[in-house]
């Protein structure tokens, strides 16, 4: 299989997997959840600091009125897909306009991290 071929395949399987070839990494599901490894180039974290998004609770008021208590708990109470393990901590992304980006939960136990 030619080089061009082998890469042609593996983003069409890629793209039926939800994957980005660019972020092999992760997984993107519906509603644009992101899971895969925290930590890392090809992590979730790297992936929103180059989309954009910046570490820290939104500026805009409107977008958390109790919407960030609500998420630590999730964080912490929703099992992690990949291990099984709770108490995981929460961090919040705002977007460029300092809107609500992401909320992402990541595992004390296995590094694995998804946005909600």
Request: glycine residues 16%; charged residues 15%.
């Amino acid at each position: 299989m030619s080089t061009t071929t082998e890469h042609t395949c593996k983003n069409v399987v890629a793209d039926r997997m939800g994957r980005d070839p660019e972020w092999p990494l992760l997984a993107f599901g519906t509603y644009s959840t992101i899971r895969g490894p925290w930590s890392g180039d090809g992590g979730v974290q790297a992936y929103l600091l180059a989309n954009g998004y910046q570490a820290g609770y939104p500026g805009n008021p409107a977008a958390i009125i109790d919407g960030l208590g609500i998420d630590a708990d999730v964080a912490a109470t929703v099992p992690c897909p990949a291990c099984g393990a709770t108490g995981g901590r929460f961090e919040a992304y705002a977007d460029a306009e300092g809107g609500y980006g992401a909320a992402v939960a990541i595992c004390p136990q296995c590094d694995h991290a998804g946005t909600f």
